[in-house]
Protein backbone atom coordinates (compact mmCIF):
# COMPACT_ATOMS: atom_id res chain seq x y z
CA UNK A 1 0.00 0.00 0.00
CA UNK A 2 0.73 3.86 -0.62
CA UNK A 3 -0.77 7.09 -0.14
CA UNK A 4 -1.64 8.33 -3.69
CA UNK A 5 1.43 10.89 -4.16
CA UNK A 6 4.28 12.86 -2.24
CA UNK A 7 3.24 14.04 1.29
CA UNK A 8 5.25 16.80 3.35
CA UNK A 9 8.23 15.64 5.57
CA UNK A 10 6.14 16.09 8.90
CA UNK A 11 6.87 12.53 10.74
CA UNK A 12 3.98 12.40 13.05
CA UNK A 13 1.85 13.04 9.79
CA UNK A 14 3.07 9.63 8.31
CA UNK A 15 2.26 8.07 11.81
CA UNK A 16 -0.87 9.09 11.96
CA UNK A 17 -1.68 8.06 8.23
CA UNK A 18 -0.55 4.80 8.85
CA UNK A 19 -2.42 4.54 12.25
CA UNK A 20 -5.63 5.57 9.74
CA UNK A 21 -5.08 3.07 7.22
CA UNK A 22 -4.15 0.32 9.78
CA UNK A 23 -8.06 -0.51 10.53
CA UNK A 24 -9.15 -0.83 7.28
CA UNK A 25 -9.16 -4.79 7.16
CA UNK A 26 -7.19 -5.55 10.45
CA UNK A 27 -10.30 -6.99 12.07
CA UNK A 28 -11.55 -8.55 8.67
CA UNK A 29 -8.69 -11.06 8.19
CA UNK A 30 -10.47 -12.85 11.93
CA UNK A 31 -13.35 -13.62 9.61
CA UNK A 32 -11.25 -15.60 6.77
CA UNK A 33 -10.98 -18.75 8.68
CA UNK A 34 -14.59 -19.23 8.80
CA UNK A 35 -15.05 -18.64 5.16
CA UNK A 36 -17.80 -16.65 5.44
CA UNK A 37 -20.02 -15.75 2.03
CA UNK A 38 -20.48 -11.43 2.47
CA UNK A 39 -23.39 -11.62 -0.32
CA UNK A 40 -25.48 -14.08 1.82
CA UNK A 41 -24.60 -13.55 5.89
CA UNK A 42 -23.79 -9.55 5.82
CA UNK A 43 -21.71 -9.14 9.25
CA UNK A 44 -21.49 -6.59 12.15
CA UNK A 45 -18.61 -5.58 13.13
CA UNK A 46 -17.06 -3.67 15.92
CA UNK A 47 -13.45 -2.84 17.17
CA UNK A 48 -12.81 -3.32 20.96
CA UNK A 49 -9.36 -2.21 20.74
CA UNK A 50 -6.57 -1.17 18.28
CA UNK A 51 -3.15 -1.42 19.31
CA UNK A 52 0.08 0.49 17.17
CA UNK A 53 3.67 0.27 17.86
CA UNK A 54 5.93 2.33 15.62
CA UNK A 55 9.58 0.72 15.49
CA UNK A 56 10.69 3.01 13.16
CA UNK A 57 9.97 6.26 10.93
CA UNK A 58 7.97 5.50 7.94
CA UNK A 59 6.52 7.37 4.59
CA UNK A 60 3.19 6.45 3.66
CA UNK A 61 4.05 7.87 0.56
CA UNK A 62 6.35 4.83 -0.44
CA UNK A 63 5.32 0.95 -0.75
CA UNK A 64 5.14 -0.98 2.55
CA UNK A 65 3.50 -4.56 3.17
CA UNK A 66 1.21 -4.64 5.41
CA UNK A 67 1.07 -8.34 6.44
CA UNK A 68 -2.31 -9.41 8.74
CA UNK A 69 -3.46 -12.55 10.39
CA UNK A 70 -5.54 -13.96 13.07
CA UNK A 71 -4.32 -15.79 16.01
CA UNK A 72 -8.05 -16.99 17.54
CA UNK A 73 -11.91 -15.85 15.89
CA UNK A 74 -13.93 -17.98 18.22
CA UNK A 75 -17.58 -16.94 20.10
CA UNK A 76 -18.81 -13.77 17.98
CA UNK A 77 -15.04 -12.09 18.87
CA UNK A 78 -11.64 -12.00 16.64
CA UNK A 79 -8.81 -11.02 17.44
CA UNK A 80 -6.12 -10.35 14.14
CA UNK A 81 -2.36 -8.74 14.12
CA UNK A 82 -0.21 -7.09 11.60
CA UNK A 83 2.77 -6.02 10.56
CA UNK A 84 4.53 -3.37 8.22
CA UNK A 85 7.03 -3.48 6.45
CA UNK A 86 9.48 -1.27 4.18
CA UNK A 87 9.93 -2.20 0.48
CA UNK A 88 13.72 -2.90 1.59
CA UNK A 89 11.94 -5.31 4.48
CA UNK A 90 12.36 -3.28 7.73
CA UNK A 91 9.62 -3.47 10.28
CA UNK A 92 8.54 -0.20 10.68
CA UNK A 93 5.00 -0.81 13.04
CA UNK A 94 2.89 -3.66 14.56
CA UNK A 95 -0.59 -3.71 15.23
CA UNK A 96 -3.26 -5.51 17.18
CA UNK A 97 -6.60 -5.34 17.04
CA UNK A 98 -9.63 -7.26 18.80
CA UNK A 99 -13.20 -7.04 17.98
CA UNK A 100 -17.05 -7.94 17.86
CA UNK A 101 -18.13 -9.75 14.54
CA UNK A 102 -22.28 -11.02 14.26
CA UNK A 103 -24.26 -12.35 11.66
CA UNK A 104 -26.60 -9.45 10.45
CA UNK A 105 -30.29 -11.41 11.21
CA UNK A 106 -32.13 -8.36 10.42
Not at 3 to 14: K, M, S, T, V
Not at 50 to 63: K, L, S, T
Not at 68 to 89: A, E, K, P
Amino acid sequence: MRACGDLPEDPELHRNLLAYVSDYELLGTATLPHAIDFSSKPLLMASLDHAMWFHHEVRVDQWLLYMMDSTISTGGRGLSRGQVFTRDGVLVASTAQEGVIRIWKG
